[in-house]
């Protein structure tokens, strides 16, 4: 068994500074008590604790796949935070979020990136498109590419889109073995030119220990679901079934992209 050293650290979040409207579950820019600044993710979000769990699997194992990312970290709420908020809708979410939520370092100065401007070299965006593949990742649009350039380097961000078969769950099976018919859609696909070496490339490091290691990331908290009678150590053993299973059957979405690659040049 390979050492697995996968972990994030808790901070408390001791300042709320603005809302970013941008995105759909209202995030925010927060202080935490290590002095600094974070994108935080609120569990009492529209779409709940399942976006963080997909927040938290998309951006671990991009990292672990040698992708930038931005440090995330579980940043904790305490039950008075937000008392004194005059939004009446930021006040209700703060609410609901006490406890352990999810938070993004924020890339200070960062710019979101614009394919138009900037060429990603082939291996990169191969890298991207596959890793969105394997997430089922619907949000690497042109309208929506959610990159950002910062020190002249390509940073991925928000993957709470990633993994849509948790919001049925009961077809998981079916879906691990599925292709992926939005990758048509991605911002990257056209610069993609080595998918195929990277599908073998990354079978070889998602090791089943360090997948293991990442979905042990998920706190239990996140688990405790009205929906089902399943366990948060039984909930765990399906996501990372899925993730294994998926893996196994890589050549089914990387054909697919590559395919639609070919049909666009």
Request: net charge negative; charged share 25%.
């Amino acid at each position: 068994m390979e050492p697995t050293d996968i972990s994030l650290r808790t901070v408390n979040v001791t300042r709320y500074i603005q809302p970013l409207r941008e995105g759909g579950s209202l995030p925010a820019l927060a202080e935490a008590d290590d002095n600094f600044k974070y994108v935080l993710k609120f569990k009492g979000n529209g779409h709940g604790v399942k976006a963080l769990i997909a927040e938290l699997l998309g951006g671990e194992i991009a990292r672990v796949l040698g992708l930038k990312i931005p440090e995330l970290v579980f940043a904790t709420l305490d039950e008075a935070f937000g008392r004194t908020e005059g939004d009446e809708e930021i006040q209700d979410l703060l609410k609901s979020s006490k406890g352990t939520n999810l938070a993004m370092h924020f890339l200070s100065g960062a710019i979101n990136f614009d394919p138009v401007v900037t060429t990603v070299p082939g291996p990169l965006a191969s890298k991207i498109v596959w890793l969105d593949a394997f997430l089922t990742n619907i949000d690497r649009s042109v309208k929506n590419t959610n990159m950002l350039m910062w020190n002249r380097e390509l940073w991925l961000i928000d993957h709470g889109s990633c993994l849509n078969f948790q919001y049925t769950w009961t077809d998981w099976e079916i879906k691990a073995k599925s292709p992926f018919p939005y990758i048509k859609e991605h911002v990257l696909l056209s610069q993609a030119d080595q998918l195929n070496e990277i599908n073998t490339t990354f079978r070889k490091l998602l090791t089943e220990d360090k997948l293991r290691a990442i979905v042990d990331l998920i706190p239990d908290e996140w688990l405790q679901w009205d929906d089902t009678d399943q366990t948060p150590s039984q909930l765990r053993e399906v996501y990372l079934l899925f993730l294994l299973s998926r893996l196994h059957h890589s050549e089914l979405f990387t054909s697919q992209a590559d395919n639609a690659r070919n049909s666009l040049i």
